[in-house]
């Protein structure tokens, strides 16, 4: 990206002008062209104003606008990568359409290794936002009016959190037609439906209109380059479905689309140890892993309770008794009727412990976040 910093706009708008140019945060990116122009959300917990880098790619022919974000929580670092190393491997001359990548949605959270912003709040707890309300709320409202409202389809880049990491995999409502054609893009990549969180990312997406996906892969506070090159095959692979790019699209084996997953929680504290890996297929009675006392040396056992595949599972840590250790996605033969379109969704990752903030984030507490609901 060799094109100088733009200044900030007051309104954004990602329709191309009479010359094809790309108009986005007071700048336009001409046909062909690649541009970092810079997000400036509003003054956050400090009273500072903070620039956020945006890359862009203008294709040189007409096309769909492609959104990707990462970092919206501090400390996943993986996305970060993806989004760079998607946007600097395009040629605009090649491209149809653009694409806008926000490497680093929270900066204050990643400046500090933290996955909250600097009053403690999830920043995915409050989109689509609010220009007059808190802090966190007023920087979801900036980043959705500025950017997302204009993109015409939306990759959201998470990993696992709390120290818990994540099989390579895309979280979508497969009740929206759109969407669904959206996930299908990513070629073998795991799907679980779920219709997302309210005040997420890409549940407000979705509710505006936009198609929108998380992709989750690996852990936080590591930069993994093998679970980053997954998901860049896969953002890759998308754009090759939407004709933005040519490219040999070689696709794996097909992958089974999880509607129904559960988390098997440690019965004890003390020592995680994992004996699965991620991707693994159990059956019920497999061991997962074992717990054990420090002090006393007791040993306990966890086991499968469902026959499935391990999409999600805690690294080997100190953990309390009820603690969410495996997530097992769980096959069924076809969509149960719950799933189908119009229907309610049951496949929640919430845990009976997630506190999430009423009337898009306004509430001051703290989110005691469990692992269902952290993406």
């Given amino acids: 990206m ?11 708008s990602a329709s191309p002008d009479d010359t094809g140019g790309l108009q ?34 203008n294709g040189a022919r007409p096309g769909p606008v492609l959104c990707l974000t990462a970092a919206i929580h501090g400390d996943e670092l993986n996305g970060i990568e993806m989004v760079r190393r998607v946007l600097h491997a395009l040629k ?43 802090s966190a709320a007023r920087i979801a409202y900036s980043l959705f009016e500025d950017i997302v409202r204009h993109c015409d389809m939306l990759v959201d880049l998470h990993t696992g959190s709390f120290y818990r990491t994540n099989l390579p995999q895309l979280r979508a409502d497969l009740r929206n ?20 969180a309210a005040g997420t990312l890409r549940r407000a997406a ?13 852990e936080p506070l590591r930069l993994q380059p093998a679970k980053v090159s997954e998901g860049v095959r896969g953002i890759f692979a998308l754009m090759t479905a939407k004709n933005m790019i040519r490219r040999l699209r070689l696709l794996g084996q097909p992958e089974p689309v999880y ?13 995680l140890s994992g004996l699965v890996r991620l991707g693994q297929l159990v059956e019920p009675g497999d061991v997962l892993g074992t717990v054990t006392d420090p002090i006393t040396n007791e040993q306990n056992l966890i086991y499968a309770t469902r026959r499935g595949r391990v999409l999600g599972m805690a690294v080997n840590q100190v953990v309390m008794p009820g603690f969410a250790a ?31 903030p009423e009337e898009n984030g306004e509430s001051d507490a703290t989110p005691l976040s469990d692992p269902e609901e952290t993406s």
């Fill in 2 to 12: 060799s094109a100088p910093d733009a200044p900030q706009g007051a309104t954004a």
């Fill in 24 to 57: 986005l945060l007071g700048a336009i990116v001409a046909p062909g062209e690649s541009a970092r122009l810079t997000w400036a959300p509003s003054e956050v917990f400090e009273g500072i104003s903070t620039a956020t880098p945006v890359l862009v790619v």
């Fill in 92 to 134: 605009p001359e090649k491209l149809r359409g653009a694409v806008i990548g926000v490497p680093i949605v929270n900066l204050q959270g990643f400046r500090r290794g933290s996955r909250y912003l600097p009053d403690r709040r999830d920043l995915n707890r409050y989109f689509p936002g609010n220009p007059s309300g808190s």
């Fill in 177 to 196: 037609r759109r969407v669904r054609e959206l996930a299908e893009g990513f070629g073998g990549m795991v799907v679980l439906h779920h219709e997302g």
């Fill in 206 to 218: 979705v509710d505006a209109g936009i198609p929108a996906v998380t992709l989750e892969a690996g």
């Fill in 259 to 271: 509607y129904e997953s559960t988390w098997i929680r440690a019965d004890h504290g003390g020592i």
């Fill in 326 to 356: 495996f997530r097992i996605g769980i096959e069924t033969d076809a969509p149960l009727a719950e799933f189908l379109p119009g229907a309610g969704s049951t496949a929640s990752e919430s845990g009976d412990d997630a506190l999430v």
